[in-house]
């Protein structure tokens, strides 16, 4: 599975930006548990910051981000969307995509998942 992540950027505080995760697998038999974004800061650790798990939708959310960030999935066109709202500067980080494939990855740090985006950044700065 590969997974192409985009839409980050340099914002004010107070704004919106709407990522994107395009999800795609060389044998079109594309099967995951559970997919959603995480994010990493400079000097912090990798925490999960949205998480869903395909078969049901049931959805984690970073404490810090409930009601502000919501993850969404398209699965005819295997892409999941995480729209940002009300940024503040310390949401400021690397974003990435990523993919549980069987059901045994850390929705809090991102452990044991199995596939992973390139990141993008985004900075929210006046």
């Known amino acids: 599975v590969q997974l192409q992540a985009s839409g980050g950027g340099l914002v004010p505080p107070g704004d919106s930006l709407t990522l994107s995760c395009v999800a795609s697998d060389s044998d079109r038999t594309l099967n995951y548990y559970a997919i959603g974004w995480f994010r990493q800061a400079p000097g912090k650790k990798r925490e999960g910051v949205a998480i869903?798990?395909?078969?049901?939708?049931?959805?984690y959310y970073l404490e810090s981000v409930k009601g502000r960030f919501t993850i969404s999935m398209d699965n005819a066109k295997n892409t999941v969307n995480l729209q940002m709202n009300s940024l503040k500067p310390e949401d400021t980080a690397v974003y990435y995509c990523?993919?549980?494939?069987?059901?045994?990855?850390?929705?809090?740090?991102?452990?044991?998942?199995?596939?992973w985006g390139q990141g993008t950044l985004v900075t929210v700065s006046s």
């Open positions: 990523a993919a549980d494939r069987i059901g045994r990855g850390n929705w809090i740090s991102g452990s044991e998942f199995d596939y």
């Open positions: 869903m798990r395909k078969w049901d939708g049931h959805t």
